[in-house]
């Protein structure tokens, strides 16, 4: 993971816990001597016997790292503050002269590991810690020096932080390392219209990460049906065998099992068309309310180890969706959270009709007009925040290798995405997970549907991978379908 930084770079590192912290610097620590780089550790509210410790839990011999000069640890009144002052350019003076005397000593770089809690002293000088981060890329850019500048975001202001994410071209949130689109080079950054600049990179960040999008969704279309296609062809040519070989002869079986496979290649396809919006969706107005009591009531009956309790609106709004596609949602969040209890739990899932203007807080800006809030929150086991970063992500899952079912809650992330929605996640270990989901409302008058039963048993099939494959049958298939009506029982049409 750590070697995805080099030297070079400016990397600002925000963390939250203690054991975020201690997980990644021990990993930059023993990175760099790896690497035969010369490690600068400044700290401040870190002591010398915190780092050591660090490291000596791992079995680290760390008075050799001392003794041959590649671990050099001082205090921020030695480095920032000397006189009790911070002085940018003396500061800039330091680390230029501490790379050249880290190469001078034959290690192959200089890193420098920087808490900047010393900033919170409000210390003569202190007030120019932005000018020196954004100063600072003019130096280590093409050096072989790399800086690893540590915030703790339970001491930081937010304004401190963002500014602080504008000046570094690596990021590190928690213990995950990005490229950072934010940043902006020194010559931007310092120039005459530094709002102006800002402003450039979030338009910019907003246009190339809808292009990404759309290439993403593109590419996943046309995997999707090119592989859908294959699929077609395989289970056709299995379905023309099948028609010519006994139940008992041994290639039966084999050719069953072909079967499952594509069935099992068919749900992946579904998915992906999904979460590509591709998918063939017949939106029209659902009362979601009656779409839980009847998903869940099924659910919970061939699944005895959970238990629902519903807190429903009797006034719904109804939603312009997708019925299936709605149902599938609702399954795959059962079973994420069926995953996660040990041995039994509830599932409390709760509708409210809400505007744009009781959706507050979040990271994005819903559009206005009314929404259904949809609340599923589960008993189960919880997640970390390292698993729920990953989540949505395709085929992510905690199962270990060969237990991943599928796109799971990516291909949810992607069905709510395509009806112009919205989906928070909420969890902490030992103390379940909350999804909220938020779907437009219309005043479009809703038509009752006969009970979905059987729908629901499809799609469920779908999402555990059964369901029945849609053939493509071909001419030749249909030929022999018209001389023996009898063998139409071998394919699974639905």
Known sequence: MTTEIRPGDHVCWFFETEKQHQKLITSLLYEAFKQKEKVLNIVDSMSVGMITGYLKDHTADIEKYKRNGQLKILGFEKSYTQKGVFDPDKMIALLQRETETALAEGFSALRVMDEMNWALHELPGAERMIEYEARINEFIHGSKCLIICQYDMRKFAPE????????????????RIYDNCYYIPPSEYSGADLPAAKLRNCLNNITEYRQVEEALCSLSGGIAHNFNNLNMGIQGNADLMLFNTDSNHPNYRRLKTIEKLVQRGSKITNQLLGYAREGQYQVKPINLNIV???TSALFARQNNKIKFYHDLEEDIYGIMA??????????ALYLNALDAMINAGALF?????????DIKGKLYKPSPGNYIHLKIRDTGSGMDKDIMDRIFEPFFTTKGPGNCSGLGLASVYGVIKAHGGYIDVDSCKGLGTTFDIYLPAT????????????????????????????????????????????????????
């Open 349 to 357: 899932i709760k509708t409210r009709n809400v505007s744009h203007n």
């Open 443 to 494: 005043d479009k008058k809703i038509i009752i549907e006969k009970k979905l039963t059987a729908e629901i048993l499809r799609i469920e099939k779908a999402v555990i991978g059964e369901e029945p494959l849609i053939h493509s049958i071909d001419e030749r298939l249909m030929d022999k379908m018209e001389q023996d009506d009898n063998n139409v029982k071998h394919i699974a049409i639905s």
């Open 322 to 331: 997708d019925q299936d596609q709605l149902i599938h949602l609702l399954y």
């Open 160 to 175: 401190t932080l963002l500014d602080v994410l504008y000046t570094h071209n690596i990021c590190v949130i928690g213990t």
């Open 292 to 294: 839980v009591e009847e």
